[in-house]
């Protein structure tokens, strides 16, 4: 098993920046690719940003691409989202979430993933 802890949401202006962290523990995740997903009220889970086992390989959304940074540290089993330029339509609930396949289909299906966080929420105010 592995649990996962985010953290860092909260309130921001159009404009601003927010690092989301994800702490796992139980296992390490150094076997896992990772990925960072979020759901708007409303709206469907959907994908924004993974990054495979060794952090050689990473993947973005198009509507966080140039804005959202992700990484890893598997040594200290840690999972960043570092995002900038946030925009109103960022609002949502942040998950973060590991999976021990790999592949396109794979990635960017929420329904794929093994293990998840409990979400923390980003608001960006216009």
């Known amino acids: 098993q592995v649990q996962l802890v985010e953290s860092g949401g909260g309130l921001v202006q159009t404009g601003g920046s927010l690092r989301l962290s994800c702490a796992a523990s139980?296992?390490?995740?150094?076997?896992?690719?990772m990925g960072w997903f979020r759901q708007a009220p409303g709206k469907e889970r959907e994908f924004v940003a993974a990054?495979?086992?060794?952090?050689?390989?990473?993947y973005y959304a198009d509507s966080v691409k140039g804005r959202f940074t992700i990484s890893r540290d598997n040594a200290k089993n840690t999972v960043d989202l570092q995002m900038n330029s946030l925009k109103p339509e960022d609002t949502a609930v942040y998950y973060c979430a590991a999976v021990r396949l790999t592949g396109s289909s794979i990635r960017e299906n929420w329904g794929s993933y093994d293990y998840w966080g409990q979400g923390t929420q980003v608001t960006v105010s216009s």
């Open positions: 139980g296992r390490t995740i150094s076997n896992y690719n």
């Open positions: 990054v495979n086992q060794n952090g050689g390989r990473i």
